[in-house]
């Protein structure tokens, strides 16, 4: 079942992600055993949801249409935060689709925690990515000079 987007916020949807990141973060360095395997389902599940939702919420109210209009010399930088975006959802569901393989448990969990820990790797630099072009913005309307 689809979660609804009316009344939600792109901030709420951010805020879920990055509980639900800290959640497989955790799970990571406690290493992932059978069990642990058959909690990150749900957990990417909700993960993979929260990052459509957002994306879809945030094209659908135009996110980032003021920063390209007052500054259109950032729209490559905007058009790769949001392809970036849309491939590390891509990517966390073909990882979710990977868990259900016939592996031996041992094989299954160490690739599933290699590739999960490069991909929360991948989700934090996207989010320093972005948070650096929010603040080139900020400072550039702030500072006039541009």
Same mark, same amino acid.
Do not use: K
């Given at each position: 079942?689809?979660?609804?987007?009316?009344?939600?916020?792109?901030?709420?949807?951010?805020?879920?992600?990055?509980?639900?990141?800290?959640?497989?973060? *955790?799970?990571? =360095?406690?290493? #992932?055993?059978?069990?642990?395997? &058959?909690?990150?389902?749900? $957990?990417?599940?909700a !993960?993979?949801?929260?990052?459509?939702?957002?994306?879809?919420?945030?094209?659908?109210?135009?996110?980032?249409?003021?920063?390209v209009?007052?500054?259109?010399?950032l729209?490559?930088?905007?058009?790769q935060? *949001?392809?970036? =975006?849309?491939? #590390?959802?891509?990517?966390?569901? &073909?990882?979710?689709?990977? $868990?259900?393989?016939? !592996?031996?448990?041992?094989?299954?969990?160490?690739?599933?925690?290699?590739?999960?820990?490069?991909?929360?790797?991948?989700m934090?630099?996207?989010?320093?990515?972005?948070?650096v072009?929010?603040?080139?913005?900020?400072?550039?309307?702030?500072?006039?000079?541009?």
């Amino acid at each position: 079942m689809q979660p609804t987007l009316v009344g939600r916020q792109p901030q709420q949807c951010t805020s879920l992600t990055w509980l639900l990141v800290g959640d497989i973060r *955790e799970m990571l =360095q406690d290493h #992932l055993d059978e069990e642990a395997l &058959r909690w990150l389902h749900p $957990i990417l599940d909700a !993960l993979i949801g929260a990052m459509n939702e957002q994306s879809e919420l945030t094209s659908r109210e135009g996110w980032y249409d003021d920063l390209v209009g007052s500054f259109p010399h950032l729209i490559s930088r905007v058009a790769q935060i *949001e392809a970036e =975006q849309t491939e #590390l959802c891509r990517s966390l569901r &073909r990882l979710r689709n990977r $868990i259900d393989r016939a !592996l031996p448990l041992s094989r299954l969990a160490a690739e599933i925690e290699a590739d999960l820990g490069n991909w929360v790797s991948l989700m934090m630099n996207h989010s320093h990515r972005e948070a650096v072009l929010l603040q080139d913005v900020w400072c550039t309307e702030i500072g006039g000079e541009g």
